[in-house]
């Protein structure tokens, strides 16, 4: 049996709009947000995302672990990339020095130094805003969009009806494998299996850990022959797909829709003009 995630309807900015519209506000939102490296496009696109995410009706308790694992990752990714300036180089050629920390002890011969920049120290704070603006529209998708509508949505942005309902069977296979390993985990526990206790390397780890992972991978594979026998005897994709429910535009669905445009437009008509790119203060530069 598939599940999805914990959608709930709600009085929200994103569940007042169509779907469609929706995805296609987020995809102009996406493109716009990789257009830029300059701090000060990027805080507005931030204010949108913090906008939609207050006004989604979430609770925080349903959006914790996914926030709490997606903001770390951000936030250790931007310091490794101050610390390092990996993948800066792209973007700047000259760095200019705030501060250089110079270890009193060497490893092997080397000596380890931080060399604090300006270039380094807003590289880092431009990628945590794009990547985190970025997290913020991606998370609210899935308790935003109602599960039953996940075909209908991507069948009515054109998609062929094999694609669409490959999307909708990709949104309900990561709760789906979540739920079937968290059953597992219960049954062996229920068995006298202490998971608590695994220790040794990490092959031995991941050998004590089979008789969770093998029954999970057997029963993903079997799960999914029988979707496909199901989808066979209703024999899918012999002809057009007809869908339960059907969605139409209304005039807030097109306005979303060409505010997503305008801002795509907005960003490309700034970057043909030599704006966005990685900028710097003046008068921090010595």
Known sequence: MLVTWRYRKRKSLIQWFDPRAWIIFYGCFLATTLFFWDVRFLLPLLVIALVVLFTSGIRWHEIRRAFLFIGGFVIVFAFLTFLTGRGGEEVYTVEHSLHKFVAPFTIFGWRPTLDITIERLFFALSQLVR?????????????????SHYGITFRGLGLPDKIAYAMD??????????????????????????????SGGIFQQVRRLAPIIVPVTIHAIMGSEDIIDAMDLRAFGIGPRTWLEELKYQTKDRILIGAGVFLLILALTVVYFGYGGFWVPPALIP
């Open 131 to 147: 990547v985190f603006s970025i997290a913020v529209m991606t998370i609210l998708i899935p308790y935003s969009l109602n599960p």
């Open 169 to 198: 069977l990709t949104m309900r296979f990561i709760p789906t494998f979540g739920r079937d390993f968290q059953l597992t985990m219960d049954a062996q526990r229920a068995r006298g299996y202490e998971l608590e206790r695994i």
